[in-house]
């Protein structure tokens, strides 16, 4: 007899439980007479269900599940598979994974997918400002991530949005839906911004691909066959407090792909309590929406609201074993997807600054997390805090960090120490460096995820103590948790922070130890500081915009030891200086301040005592979109209202990636176009000042949706009872329109009913007493000033004199239409049509009061149509068939 083999199991009801499995892989028997401490192979928020469900098994012998699998297919199906990692997605019965297949000696771990992913939350209102993005853009416009890839793990999004043009990239695993959420956030990250300036994203020349996320489990082919760089996740399943087998193969996948770099949206379930793990039945904290957000080597981020608070809904820390969790926030007053969004675009543009300096290579994504989270501006209590992380997403130093080489990277051993010195000014503040390195995967359901530990210490000048990075407390109690962090060694995060506030001038001495690792761990060292000297405007900035109906920001940075300024505008063309505040609170992230409804270049000013800090040229005004006059074959006319300051304007279309300017000076506020054959349908327009600054366009429009055509919107006939047809034509331009006719069609072609001359109106109508039965249809004449003629389409009004007891129409009717009976009477009638030779050629039964007559396939003529009723003729009627109207 084979001897059997146990193996402790799972947590039902209370109890562990352990398995009694024969090595033959034969069915199995639950044994409930032992208890054990530790459930390792199964999650334990897991309880039994009886109708098949989702399963993420991973598996230490890929050979040998598949056989198990193959056996007993009856029970367990395969959906999805990442062989490489050894997971399989599959389905089957809760008793069936439970009783059969975790038994198994090369099943490692089981988790049960019972919740589909949710989008979530996503900003609706267009901020650039807060986290420093648009003063990237503007000092830094050679920066745009173009040639870069990114992915948008969700729903598809519109691939017909002319934010995305010609940057989409097919990769045969996008969703086979849409949603409105995945094009926001693929907008967010890389819009182009040829809609308005709202649908500018962070990396506008990125190009952006799909990838469906059912299966939650990393994209390992398309990656690297595509030359994916970051991965954007705006998505959550519910609590999931553990460290998971999609956690573990996406910190796999990072271990071996150095750059690409996985963001996650933290959640929005901030409000709810924590579900299974160490922080069970904590509210307010430990609640990530994912166990994949577990994962070490990714960002997760938390929302930012208009308030620069973290709102309530959004998800908090600490991850399931202590770590900082999130590790930063970003703007996001509806959630923390369109967080995401923008970290995921802010990573874009430092992998394209490292492109930059370094011939085209790409920068490993622990030195692109040690910027950002280096740079991040702290929030709420001095340090890391499980709320905010390390604070708030400030791309403007991340990039900068990059381009200015503030960074240092090299390889940790167990037990060595490697040194750097670095040298700072005198009046420095805020001083902060960051360690980060890419961690290899823990085992699916390890108590701690942290494998290879590296520590990072600072020496400042003179001094021989060395500063450990700041550490939070992370029992499971609601006070502990609240507790700022402290300087101590860091035995849980793959990113390590040293902070000092006010640091002496000199040479420090930055350490970097292997304290614990298997064999050799590649990191990143980042640092930056403030100047106490130093003011910078944020915004507004040589690329802002600010139309008068959008609440503005003035935004800025100042460490020094004033608190308050006074902050003014100038608009150009005037020497004179508007005082907007006169005490602004210096220490304060922003004003905001509604801008006049002008167009007009201005500058700002901060003056801090004696000190007058200026910001860049900017643009205040609005111009509204154009409308389309008439579009003919080979002219377009479009047309706008004036805008007050604007001495002329420029017309933009889209062309390629981007809207193109095609005419640079229209001092009309309307121009006559004569597009290509094939052009681009989309049209904006601009306006400029007399001191020659272009102002923001305008909504884009296109040409096809406006209801316009070759000079008309519309021409509509209704009957009046009881016998009077009102036509009525709406004209989208009198440009070089001299006349308009109205045009009625009778059995002699059509007929001119009436002319007027335009006298601005662009609506005409006219009234037709002289209707007749059947079909009465009409049409518009335009006349040019140059005599050319221009119709419109027809109208028809359906008219019955019910003195007749049938009526057919139309007459003379195509060989390609149906007849049309109206009958006062119709039951038990029918109708056949004779040519003229007297052959039948088709008969139909009336059964409706409004009866269709398709005839088959007929020569050009006169046919005899004939009504009966049981048989017997009761009328007839001349039908004339053409080839053509």
Same mark, same amino acid.
């Given at each position: 007899?084979k001897?059997?083999f146990t193996?402790?199991?799972?947590?039902?009801?209370?109890?562990f439980?352990?398995?009694a499995?024969h090595?033959?892989y034969?069915?199995t028997?639950i044994?409930t007479?032992?208890f054990?401490k530790?459930?390792?192979?199964?999650r334990t928020s897991?309880?039994?269900?009886?109708?098949?469900a989702t399963?993420?098994?991973?598996?230490?012998?890929?050979?040998?599940?598949l056989q198990f699998?193959?056996?007993?297919?009856?029970?367990l199906?395969?959906i999805n598979?990442?062989?490489?990692?050894?997971?399989?997605v599959t389905t089957?019965?809760d008793s069936?994974i439970?009783?059969?297949?975790?038994?198994l000696?090369?099943?490692?771990?089981?988790?049960?997918?019972?919740?589909a992913p949710?989008?979530?939350?996503?900003?609706?209102?267009?901020n650039?400002?807060?986290n420093r993005i648009?003063?990237?853009?503007?000092?830094?416009?050679f920066?745009?991530a173009?040639?870069l890839t990114?992915?948008?793990?969700?729903?598809?999004f519109?691939?017909?949005?002319i934010?995305?043009?010609n940057r989409?990239?097919?990769?045969?695993?996008?969703?086979?839906t849409t949603?409105?959420?995945?094009?926001?956030?693929?907008?967010?990250i890389?819009?182009?911004?040829?809609?308005?300036?709202?649908?500018m994203?962070?990396?506008?020349?990125?190009?952006?691909?799909g990838?469906?996320?059912?299966?939650?489990?990393?994209?390992?082919?398309?990656y690297k066959?595509?030359?994916?760089?970051?991965q954007?996740?705006?998505?959550g399943?519910?609590?999931?407090?553990y460290y998971?087998?999609?956690?573990?193969?996406?910190?796999?996948?990072t271990?071996?792909?150095?750059v690409l770099m996985?963001v996650f949206?933290a959640?929005n379930a901030g409000?709810?309590t924590?579900?299974?793990?160490h922080y069970h039945?904590?509210?307010?904290?430990?609640?990530?929406?994912?166990?994949?957000?577990?994962?070490k080597?990714s960002?997760?981020?938390?929302?930012?609201?208009a308030?620069?608070a973290?709102?309530?809904?959004?998800?908090r820390?600490?991850?399931y074993?202590?770590?900082i969790?999130?590790?930063l926030?970003?703007?996001?007053?509806?959630?923390?997807?369109?967080?995401?969004?923008l970290v995921?675009g802010?990573?874009l543009l430092?992998?394209?600054?490292?492109r930059?300096t370094?011939?085209?290579?790409?920068p490993?994504?622990?030195?692109?997390?040690a910027?950002?989270?280096n740079?991040?501006?702290?929030?709420?209590?001095?340090g890391?805090?499980?709320t905010s992380?390390?604070?708030?997403?400030?791309t403007f130093?991340a990039v900068r960090?990059i381009?200015?080489?503030q960074?240092?990277q090299?390889?940790?051993?167990a037990?060595h120490t490697?040194t750097?010195t670095?040298?700072?000014?005198a009046?420095?503040?805020?001083l902060r460096?960051?360690?980060a390195?890419?961690d290899?995967a823990?085992?699916?359901?390890?108590?701690?995820?942290?494998?290879?530990?590296?520590?990072?210490e600072?020496?400042a000048p003179?001094?021989?103590?060395?500063l450990?990075?700041?550490?939070?407390h992370?029992?499971?109690h609601?006070?502990?948790?609240q507790?700022?962090?402290?300087?101590?060694?860091d035995?849980?995060?793959v990113?390590?922070?040293?902070?000092?506030?006010?640091p002496?001038?000199?040479?420090?001495r930055?350490?970097v130890t292997g304290?614990?690792?298997?064999s050799r761990?590649?990191y990143a060292?980042a640092?930056?500081?403030?100047?106490?000297?130093?003011?910078?405007?944020?915004?507004?900035?040589?690329n802002?915009?600010?139309?008068?109906?959008?609440i503005?920001?003035?935004?800025?940075e100042?460490?020094g030891?004033?608190s308050?300024?006074?902050?003014?505008i100038?608009?150009?063309?005037?020497?004179?200086?508007?005082?907007i505040?006169p005490d602004?609170?210096?220490?304060?992230p922003y004003i905001t301040?509604h801008?006049p409804?002008t167009?007009?270049?201005?500058?700002? !000013?901060? +003056?801090i005592g004696?000190?007058? =800090? *200026? /910001?860049?040229?900017f643009l205040l005004?609005n111009?509204?979109?154009? #409308? &389309?006059?008439?579009?003919c074959?080979d002219?377009l006319?479009?047309?706008?209202?004036?805008?007050a300051?604007?001495?002329?304007?420029?017309?933009?279309?889209l062309?390629?990636?981007?809207m193109?300017?095609i005419?640079?000076?229209?001092?009309a506020?309307?121009?006559i176009?004569h597009?290509p054959?094939?052009?681009?349908?989309f049209y904006?327009?601009?306006?400029?000042?007399g001191?020659?600054?272009?102002?923001?366009?305008?909504?884009?429009?296109d040409? !096809?949706? +406006?209801?316009?055509?070759c000079? =008309? *919107? /519309?021409l509509?006939?209704d009957?009046?009872?009881?016998?009077?047809? #009102? &036509?009525t034509?709406?004209?989208g331009?009198?440009?070089?329109i001299?006349?308009?006719?109205?045009?009625?069609?009778?059995?002699?072609g059509w007929?001119?009913?009436?002319?007027y001359a335009?006298?601005?109106?662009?609506?005409?109508?006219?009234?037709?007493t002289?209707?007749f039965?059947?079909?009465?249809?009409y049409?518009?004449?335009?006349?040019?000033?140059q005599?050319?003629?221009?119709?419109?389409?027809?109208?028809?009004?359906?008219?019955?004199?019910k003195?007749?007891?049938?009526?057919?129409?139309?007459?003379?009717?195509?060989?390609?239409?149906?007849?049309?009976?109206l009958s006062?009477n119709?039951?038990n009638?029918?109708v056949?049509?004779?040519n003229?030779?007297?052959?039948r050629?088709?008969?139909?039964?009336?059964?409706?009061?409004?009866?269709?007559?398709?005839?088959?396939?007929l020569?050009?003529?006169m046919?005899i149509?004939?009504?009966q009723?049981?048989?017997?003729?009761i009328?007839t009627?001349?039908?004339?068939?053409?080839?053509?109207?």
């Amino acid at each position: 007899m084979k001897k059997a083999f146990t193996y402790t199991l799972l947590f039902l009801h209370s109890c562990f439980y352990t398995l009694a499995q024969h090595p033959a892989y034969k069915l199995t028997t639950i044994d409930t007479t032992h208890f054990h401490k530790l459930p390792y192979k199964l999650r334990t928020s897991i309880y039994t269900h009886t109708p098949p469900a989702t399963w993420l098994l991973s598996v230490s012998d890929t050979a040998a599940f598949l056989q198990f699998a193959q056996a007993h297919n009856k029970h367990l199906h395969i959906i999805n598979r990442l062989s490489k990692y050894g997971l399989y997605v599959t389905t089957a019965t809760d008793s069936f994974i439970i009783q059969h297949t975790l038994p198994l000696p090369f099943v490692r771990f089981a988790d049960s997918r019972k919740r589909a992913p949710q989008e979530e939350g996503v900003v609706r209102n267009y901020n650039m400002v807060f986290n420093r993005i648009e003063k990237t853009h503007a000092a830094y416009p050679f920066l745009s991530a173009t040639g870069l890839t990114v992915s948008v793990k969700e729903q598809m999004f519109d691939t017909s949005d002319i934010d995305f043009a010609n940057r989409i990239l097919h990769t045969g695993i996008q969703a086979a839906t849409t949603s409105a959420h995945a094009g926001i956030i693929a907008t967010t990250i890389a819009g182009a911004g040829n809609s308005y300036y709202t649908g500018m994203g962070a990396a506008p020349g990125a190009t952006l691909s799909g990838a469906d996320y059912t299966s939650m489990l990393p994209d390992e082919e398309a990656y690297k066959q595509f030359h994916i760089t970051a991965q954007n996740h705006s998505y959550g399943v519910g609590i999931e407090n553990y460290y998971g087998a999609d956690a573990a193969a996406y910190d796999a996948g990072t271990w071996q792909d150095t750059v690409l770099m996985h963001v996650f949206s933290a959640g929005n379930a901030g409000r709810d309590t924590a579900l299974g793990g160490h922080y069970h039945g904590l509210p307010y904290v430990a609640n990530s929406t994912g166990s994949f957000k577990m994962a070490k080597n990714s960002i997760a981020v938390g929302a930012l609201d208009a308030l620069f608070a973290v709102p309530a809904a959004s998800s908090r820390g600490p991850a399931y074993d202590g770590r900082i969790f999130p590790q930063l926030v970003a703007y996001g007053d509806e959630g923390s997807s369109g967080a995401a969004a923008l970290v995921t675009g802010s990573v874009l543009l430092l992998q394209d600054a490292w492109r930059v300096t370094h011939n085209g290579q790409l920068p490993a994504a622990a030195l692109v997390k040690a910027a950002l989270i280096n740079s991040a501006t702290d929030l709420l209590q001095p340090g890391p805090d499980y709320t905010s992380g390390y604070g708030a997403l400030n791309t403007f130093k991340a990039v900068r960090t990059i381009l200015q080489h503030q960074y240092v990277q090299g390889i940790s051993y167990a037990g060595h120490t490697d040194t750097f010195t670095l040298q700072v000014p005198a009046a420095a503040r805020n001083l902060r460096i960051t360690l980060a390195w890419n961690d290899t995967a823990a085992a699916p359901n390890a108590a701690t995820a942290l494998v290879n530990d590296v520590d990072i210490e600072v020496i400042a000048p003179g001094s021989s103590q060395r500063l450990q990075p700041l550490v939070l407390h992370h029992a499971p109690h609601k006070d502990s948790l609240q507790l700022p962090a402290t300087p101590a060694r860091d035995s849980l995060n793959v990113t390590e922070q040293v902070a000092i506030s006010t640091p002496a001038a000199g040479t420090y001495r930055i350490l970097v130890t292997g304290y614990k690792i298997q064999s050799r761990q590649p990191y990143a060292v980042a640092w930056q500081w403030d100047s106490a000297q130093q003011f910078t405007w944020l915004s507004p900035n040589r690329n802002s915009y600010w139309p008068s109906d959008v609440i503005q920001h003035f935004s800025w940075e100042y460490y020094g030891a004033e608190s308050t300024g006074q902050l003014s505008i100038q608009y150009t063309g005037s020497k004179e200086w508007h005082t907007i505040k006169p005490d602004v609170t210096l220490q304060a992230p922003y004003i905001t301040w509604h801008a006049p409804d002008t167009l007009t270049a201005a500058v700002a !000013r901060m +003056q801090i005592g004696q000190r007058i =800090f *200026y /910001s860049d040229t900017f643009l205040l005004g609005n111009q509204q979109y154009p #409308a &389309v006059g008439f579009q003919c074959a080979d002219s377009l006319l479009l047309y706008w209202p004036e805008k007050a300051g604007a001495a002329y304007y420029k017309i933009f279309r889209l062309a390629g990636k981007q809207m193109q300017e095609i005419q640079p000076a229209v001092t009309a506020n309307h121009i006559i176009l004569h597009p290509p054959r094939g052009a681009s349908a989309f049209y904006a327009i601009a306006p400029v000042t007399g001191t020659q600054y272009t102002g923001g366009k305008s909504y884009t429009i296109d040409i !096809r949706n +406006q209801g316009v055509g070759c000079y =008309f *919107y /519309s021409l509509v006939a209704d009957l009046l009872p009881p016998a009077t047809a #009102a &036509v009525t034509a709406r004209l989208g331009s009198l440009y070089q329109i001299d006349s308009i006719g109205f045009e009625k069609h009778n059995a002699n072609g059509w007929q001119l009913l009436n002319t007027y001359a335009v006298n601005g109106n662009m609506q005409y109508s006219i009234r037709d007493t002289a209707l007749f039965s059947g079909l009465n249809t009409y049409r518009c004449l335009l006349t040019t000033t140059q005599g050319h003629r221009i119709y419109s389409d027809s109208s028809t009004v359906y008219y019955w004199n019910k003195t007749d007891d049938y009526l057919l129409f139309p007459n003379p009717v195509t060989a390609t239409e149906p007849l049309r009976l109206l009958s006062n009477n119709p039951f038990n009638k029918s109708v056949t049509l004779f040519n003229m030779q007297g052959r039948r050629v088709f008969t139909q039964n009336i059964n409706n009061q409004l009866e269709l007559l398709y005839t088959p396939p007929l020569p050009a003529g006169m046919y005899i149509l004939t009504i009966q009723e049981s048989k017997k003729h009761i009328a007839t009627r001349r039908i004339l068939i053409t080839t053509g109207r």
